[in-house]
């Protein structure tokens, strides 16, 4: 019995041995990225108003609010601009901005076309509309990833000042004779 209890207390201490003689495992090394090129949008400043047509208006002569239709034809071309510092063009700042936004952009809006609003004015009031873009200011960052998974700055590609309401209307409405000047 006591030969069993020796043998097994040394074939105990040769397996605790042999665990200590395993190398320690090494955790594997970070996966390398693919390096690859993107593009960011970046939107600043606040949106700026242009018209395309003149005011007009029309008077409510019901005894409650009532909903107007007041057509202008438009009398002038807007386009959306592109100012390139890197390159691109006008349609590839548009494209990148409608992929990576929630905003859809026109290039132009030309004159000549009838564009109807319909304008809720109140009893006994004259309304007065205005035709009018909506332009918002977007900024095309082109970044590069590394092997080393980092994130890079690379430059501006450049500045799209986009169209991002074709039909946008100016209103106001008055019981004056002199009128209003409508406000986006």
Same mark, same amino acid.
């Given at each position: 019995?006591?030969?069993?209890?020796?043998?097994?207390?040394?074939?105990?201490?040769?397996?605790? =041995?042999?665990?200590?003689?395993? /190398?320690?495992? @090494?955790? /594997?090394?970070?996966?390398?990225?693919?390096?690859s090129t993107y593009y960011? %949008?970046?939107?600043?400043?606040? /949106?700026?108003?242009?018209?395309?047509?003149?005011?007009?208006?029309?008077?409510?002569?019901? @005894?409650?609010?009532?909903?107007?239709?007041?057509?202008? #034809?438009?009398? +002038?071309?807007?386009?959306? #601009? *592109?100012?390139?510092?890197?390159?691109?063009?006008?349609?590839? =700042?548009?494209?990148?901005?409608?992929?990576? #936004?929630?905003?859809?952009?026109?290039? &132009?809006? +030309?004159?000549?076309?009838? %564009?109807?609003?319909?304008?809720?004015?109140?009893?006994?009031?004259?309304?007065?509309?205005? $035709?009018?873009?909506?332009?918002?200011?977007?900024?095309?960052?082109?970044?590069?990833?590394?092997?080393?998974?980092?994130?890079?700055?690379?430059?501006?590609?450049?500045?799209? +000042?986009?169209?991002? &309401?074709?039909?946008? *209307?100016?209103?106001?409405?008055?019981?004056? #004779?002199?009128?209003? +000047?409508?406000? $986006?």
């Amino acid at each position: 019995m006591k030969r069993a209890l020796g043998s097994t207390a040394t074939s105990a201490a040769l397996v605790i =041995g042999s665990l200590a003689m395993i /190398p320690a495992m @090494s955790t /594997p090394a970070a996966a390398a990225c693919q390096p690859s090129t993107y593009y960011k %949008v970046v939107k600043y400043g606040s /949106p700026t108003y242009k018209a395309t047509g003149p005011t007009n208006s029309k008077y409510n002569s019901s @005894s409650s609010k009532s909903t107007l239709s007041i057509s202008v #034809t438009r009398s +002038t071309t807007r386009s959306s #601009t *592109w100012k390139a510092e890197a390159g691109g063009s006008v349609s590839w =700042g548009i494209g990148q901005v409608e992929a990576k #936004t929630g905003y859809e952009v026109t290039k &132009s809006v +030309t004159k000549g076309v009838k %564009v109807t609003n319909k304008m809720v004015v109140d009893s006994k009031k004259r309304g007065y509309t205005r $035709p009018m873009v909506e332009y918002r200011k977007f900024n095309i960052e082109k970044w590069r990833e590394g092997g080393d998974c980092k994130q890079y700055y690379v430059g501006s590609m450049g500045k799209l +000042t986009g169209i991002t &309401s074709s039909m946008h *209307w100016a209103e106001c409405q008055t019981k004056s #004779t002199n009128g209003c +000047t409508p406000k $986006p």
